[in-house]
């Protein structure tokens, strides 16, 4: 029941930025874990970054480090990803994702442990 809506993909130069939002609606978990996986053509899936709603560290893929953001919203606590200095490489598909903390394994960063998924955002970087 719970549905994952993505938005803000789009096309930019390289250097550029873009901030993707995720509006969560029939979600009934007073904490969970949420974030963003991506997969770019040819390539297998990957997580971005997740953050567990009940606190901790975000976790990051190390390609995003210290140009991607994870945040959330105080209201719904629903997720954003502030991209900045985009590459060419992050061109892919970006998905919001969720999940109840039970259900998260030893990996975070695992899509395994994602119940919940939305349907994608594109995202396309030019040199």
């Known amino acids: 029941q719970v549905q994952l809506v993505e938005s803000g993909g789009g096309s930019v130069q390289a250097g550029g930025s873009l901030r993707l939002s995720c509006a969560i609606s029939?979600?009934?978990?007073?904490?969970?874990?949420m974030g963003w996986f991506r997969q770019a053509p040819g390539k297998e899936r990957e997580g971005v970054a997740v953050?567990?709603?009940?606190?901790?560290?975000?976790y990051y893929a190390d390609s995003v480090k210290g140009r991607f953001t994870i945040s959330q919203d105080n209201a719904k606590n629903m997720p954003y990803l502030q991209m900045n200095n985009l590459k060419p490489e992050d061109t892919a598909m970006y998905y919001c994702v969720l999940t109840p903390p039970w259900a998260v394994d030893a990996n975070p960063m695992g899509e395994g442990s994602y119940h919940y998924w939305g349907q994608g955002t594109q995202v396309t970087v030019s040199s």
């Open positions: 029939g979600n009934t978990y007073v904490t969970y874990w």
């Open positions: 953050i567990y709603t009940a606190g901790g560290n975000p």
